[in-house]
Antibody, heavy 118, light 108 residues
Framework: EVQLVESGGGLVQPGGSLRLSCAAS????????MTWVRQAPGKGLECVSY????????SYADSVKGRFTVSRDSSKNTLFLQMNSLRVDDTAVYYC???????????WGQGTLVTVSS | EIVMTQSPATLSVSPGERVTLSCRAS??????LAWYQQKPGQPPRLLIY???TRVTGIPARFSGSGSATEFSLTISSLHSEDFAVYFC??????????FGPGTNLEIK
């Protein structure tokens, strides 16, 4: 069974940093591209970063480019999101998501809440 | 960026009714379209991929259709557990996937 467990969220002041983790199990982690998706309170879903399987290639939403960095440690089956220069509008639940074999995000973690506030 | 729109934003219906939710893409995404259901406090759940293929375990009352820029999700007879927010998502452009703003399906 696929499991994704996020951690690392919390309260941080504007301009601060956080590092999110997503521990993966139940599948061959290194073979899959993984995505961080966020959802601001009461709002919709936004893909903020993607990292491919194999030799990592990354992609970022314009809203986080230059501030967020996605990485993975396949030896530990863990996905990371380093978030710097955080802004109030980065406040959201952050999910890691695994694609299905034929499209869409078939597996999601329960999410970790990031609150950026002074 | 491909912009996804959904209509209506909110739909008030009674259990047992048939409903159709709409999703439109700003440019063609072929059949690279997924539908999700989200309940409060939970992550989204994938219902449909490839515009019309149900995920294993999703009830047959859910069906998807459409291609290119126009898509729909139909629930043939609403059950109480179907009241939720529904999102569409395009995954046609590598690593630049986008979601619609969602349709809130509420009990009348």
């Amino acid at each position: 069974e696929v499991q994704l467990v996020e951690s690392g969220g919390g309260l941080v002041q504007p301009g601060g940093s956080l590092r999110l983790s997503c521990a993966a199990s139940g599948f061959t982690f290194s073979s899959y591209g993984m995505t961080w998706v966020r959802q601001a309170p009461g709002k919709g879903l936004e893909c903020v970063s993607y990292i491919s399987g194999g030799v990592p290639t990354t992609s970022y939403a314009d809203s986080v480019k230059g501030r967020f960095t996605v990485s993975r440690d396949s030896s530990k089956n863990t996905l990371f999101l380093q978030m710097n220069s955080l802004r109030v509008d980065d406040t959201a639940v952050y999910y890691c998501a695994k694609p299905g074999d034929a499209g869409g995000f078939a597996s999601w973690g329960q999410g970790t809440l990031v609150t950026v506030s002074s | 960026e491909i912009v996804m729109t959904q209509s209506p934003a909110t739909l008030s219906v009674s259990p047992g009714e048939r409903v159709t939710l709409s999703c439109r893409a700003s440019q063609s995404v072929g059949s690279n379209l997924a539908w999700y259901q989200q309940k409060p406090g939970q992550p989204p759940r994938l219902l449909i991929y490839g515009a019309s293929t149900r995920v294993t375990g999703i009830p047959a009352r859910f069906s998807g259709s459409g291609s290119a820029t126009e898509f729909s999700l139909t629930i043939s007879s609403l059950h109480s557990e179907d009241f939720a927010v529904y999102f569409c998502q395009q995954y046609n452009t590598w690593a630049r996937y986008t979601f619609g703003p969602g349709t809130n399906l509420e009990i009348k």
